[in-house]
């Protein structure tokens, strides 16, 4: 979910005539009303992920993983146009190889940080988690992709699970969340800052007991 133009935007994998379709509700906090559901109709997502959403120069983005397993693809609305832009494939740039290898049953996360979009995914390759990133350019050119270093040979992460990402430490530092395949449904972070450096990997721990989730 995302605040966007005073309204809540809730998006989600839903179906249409057992086809997989990026689909959103809005609630108004100030009329208390929900829209009926509206699904995107080129937008093919991956049926066992979800999408990402973030706002980056006034314009709400959407991403999902492609449901022909081709990456990630991504379109745009604006405060004063509700009407989705054609989907435009995150590979589409010499930066970035045809496909960007992204895990199937996988889903991506945006943020906004600084200024440019970074957005993670994990690679098919079982080889941890990758991120681009976009500043915006009249290009439409994302960066090639990196490898999140909070370990040496990358991450450790469980298979058909995904990142999850969010701005941290008043907006000077990404936090980047996984669910570690080692140690089974443990919940590991790694911070990066703005040196660009990432931190350690480290377990998160509650004070009664870790945090597990379902495998």
């Known amino acids: 979910a995302i605040v966007f133009n005073n309204l809540i935007y809730v998006f989600y994998s839903g179906s249409n005539s057992g086809n997989s379709l990026v689909c959103y509700s809005t609630f108004d906090p100030a009329s208390q009303a929900v829209s009926l559901p509206v699904s995107i109709p080129f937008a093919w997502p991956n049926s ?50 045809p496909r960007l290898g992204m895990a199937g ?15 993670f995914y994990n690679g098919d390759g079982n080889d941890g988690t990758w991120y681009v990133t976009f500043n915006g350019n009249a290009s439409n050119f994302w960066s090639a992709p990196s490898q999140v270093q909070a370990f040496k040979d990358g991450l450790n992460v469980a298979f058909c699970s995904s990142p999850a990402a969010c701005v941290t430490q008043n907006g000077s530092a990404i936090s980047l969340f996984w669910e570690d395949s080692v140690n089974t449904a443990q919940i590991w972070y790694s911070v990066l800052d703005q040196s660009g450096a990432w931190s350690a990997g480290y377990q998160m721990v509650c004070p009664n007991d870790p945090p597990g989730i379902l495998g």
């Open 48 to 97: 066992s992920s979800s999408p990402s959403a973030t706002i980056f120069n006034n314009l709400l983005y959407l991403f999902w993983n492609g449901g022909a397993n081709d990456g990630i693809w991504y379109s745009t609305i604006s405060a004063t146009n509700s009407i989705w832009t054609p989907q435009v494939s995150v590979a589409k740039n010499a930066a970035v190889p």
């Open 105 to 119: 049953g996988s889903s991506p996360a945006a943020v906004t940080y600084g200024d440019s979009i970074y957005l």
